[in-house]
């Protein structure tokens, strides 16, 4: 073992047994390339990534390898998921000299963790123009140790260059109607009519921009906005990235056609796409999206939710296939053989037409993922209920795929907000009990005395790692929703104590921009800063629209005009490039809207025309708008105060921009004023 077996990271530990000498992430590992004067290995990877699995088995565990590599460099192991401000700096790097990155990333640095030399994935012999992983170790150490002078002056300017790079420069005021409208021309203008999303393959879930579009249909009523969000769900709910026996989404579509999967299954996926689809069911009725929301949220529950109550980040790509092999894939997959060997030739003949398996296989070696290929197929729904039952139930035999069981604040926030509402949405208390425990394990683990978060905990043991802005803001997200939901004001509070940190610790003071990492972080390279959406919304503008939330609900001056600041960066790029900023747009809606607040007033929280009026809340389209509910006299939220009964019946309060409609009693009434385009 290394000194990774005392980690709490699970891509950690999968190479604890190596016979590299692997490092954390530490000072300790630096002082040691000092002391010994040797050049920095730096491997970055984590838990569920496919080719990091295949590099480590071809070279990691490799003998040979590891005797080189512990001879001639310090080696540490960072898990991306855990440290991503390490991640973002030396990827920065990486991009800027190559064109293009990825995980592994391999990054060899001075002692003073200036970067010198990049790449990917490594082969173990040379391969499609690629050198060998010892190919590049034998020159790198030969670089280091005959021009070591040379290699420093490289990594030297290096850094220089990257400290020099500057995001775009912020406009001084957020986006309005004309950069909303631009956005969207864009968007059309990438759009696939044929099979939904945007740009060629690879195709990856755009569930940011999604959520743009369904807020700019409710706010202005632009049809073709929401033609394009719902098109694309229906594709992608019909594909193979869409796990059609056990709910859930893939990572993405490796076509065009969303058909063939990159099989891992991510938390933050999940939970961004549970929460569209309940938007899209909340605007439209649609059947199949309140199908594919219920499906994802008891996916989440049954298979990511860990006894601690927290979520799991992840379910692996790779699982063995019945040989002993690991092959991506093999959990998901079917032959019609197979079909018909479990089902019966009549049953395994339908299945096989329903689900699009093929004699030729849509995968590998003549398999097929299962999809939903053809719209208007007649089936008894009774019957492709029990052959799904008995598929599911024969693929729960099979070895089932690895599961990184870590917690990570950040995307346990965006599973909070978007387990609280379907659960809402849908009638599932179960759900909204899920998204409390959740929260729970938040507050109990990764908060400490001082509101500061932890970045992961793994078995109900803090990981060591700080937070960074994006788990700051989507934790202050998921409390905001679970607040709304259920008209627990701590939530509000707690919230409102890691929007502090925020303002304090994240934010640019002079031009309102925001940081990934804390005043008070540990000092890399560089702070890494970044507002556009990668697989997640972004820090930035997550911050944003929690920010927003939050004055919404308390009124606070100094939370909304640090919202419209931070906007400012979208009125920029917006227009320019759309799909990579659009939770930023989908705030910049919320903010064109008000948003609105909505107070909610009863004789009790129990009482059947309370409750009516509370969901009639929720399922308002109006782009982020707050709820509030409470008794009347309750100082559980400032929204509620001087709202009283209307002739001694519950009562609605809708306000926006200081103004308020009249309080209303009647449902109807009130989902007209929240779905009013």
Known sequence: MNRLAHETSPYLLQHADNPVDWWPWSAEAFDEARSTGKPVLLSVGYSSCHWCHVMAHESFEDRAT????????????????????????????????????????????????EPFYFGTYFPPAPRHGMPSFRQVLEGVRQAWDTRRDEVSEVAGKIVRDLAQREIVRQAPQPPGEAELAQA??????????????????????????????????ARTGAEGALQMAQDTCERMARGGIYDQLGGGFARYSVDRDWVVPHFEKMLYDNALLCRVY????????????????????????????????????????????????????????????????????ADGELAARYFGVTEEGTFEHGQSVLQLPQEDVLSDAQKIASIKERLLRQRAQRPAPGRDDKVVA??????????????????????????????????????DDHARLARTSKDGRV??????????????????????????????????????????????????ALYDTASDAERLIRRPQDPTDNATPSGWTAAAGALLGYAAHTGSEAHRTAAERALGVVKTLGPRVPRFIGWGLAVAEALLDGPKEVAVVGPDLADERTTALHRTALLGTAPGAVVA????????????????????????????????????????????SLNRH
């Open 184 to 217: 969207l021309l864009g968007l059309t203008r990438e759009y696939d009519p044929q099979r939904g999303g945007f740009g060629g393959a690879p195709k990856f879930p755009p569930s940011m921009v999604l959520e743009f579009l369904l807020r700019h249909h």
């Open 629 to 672: 509910v409470g008794t009347a006299g309750s100082d559980e939220f400032p929204l509620l105060a001087d709202r009283p009964l209307v002739a001694g019946a519950p009562a609605a309060y809708v306000c926006r921009h200081f103004s308020c409609d009249a309080p209303t009693t009647d449902p109807e009434r009130l989902r007209a």
């Open 278 to 345: 309940a938007h899209l069911w909340r605007a439209t009725g649609s059947d199949l999206a309140r199908r594919v929301a219920l499906e994802t949220a008891d996916f989440l529950v049954r298979e990511l939710r860990t006894e601690q109550g927290g979520f799991a980040s992840a379910l692996d790509a790779d699982s063995d296939d019945g040989s002993g092999r690991h092959v991506e894939g093999a959990y998901y997959v079917w032959t019609p053989e197979q079909l018909r060997a479990l089902l019966g030739d």
């Open 66 to 113: 590891a005797d080189y590599l512990n001879e001639h460099f310090v080696n540490i192991k960072v898990d991306r998921e855990e440290r991503p401000d390490v991640d973002a700096v030396y990827m920065e790097a990486v991009q800027a000299a190559t064109g293009q990155g990825g995980w592994p990333m391999t990054v060899f640095l001075t002692p003073d963790a």
């Open 463 to 512: 990981g060591p790692n700080a937070g960074v802005l994006e788990d700051y803001a989507d934790v202050a997200e998921g409390f905001l929703a679970l607040a709304s939901v259920t008209g627990e004001g701590v939530w509000l509070d707690f919230a409102g104590l890691l929007l502090g940190h925020v303002l304090a610790r994240f934010t640019d003071p002079e031009t309102g």
């Open 410 to 447: 950040a995307w346990n926030g965006l599973a909070v907000a978007a387990l609280a509402e379907t659960g809402a949405y849908f009638g599932r208390p179960d759900l909204i009990e899920a998204a409390v425990g959740a929260a729970d394990l938040l507050v109990r683990v990764h908060l």
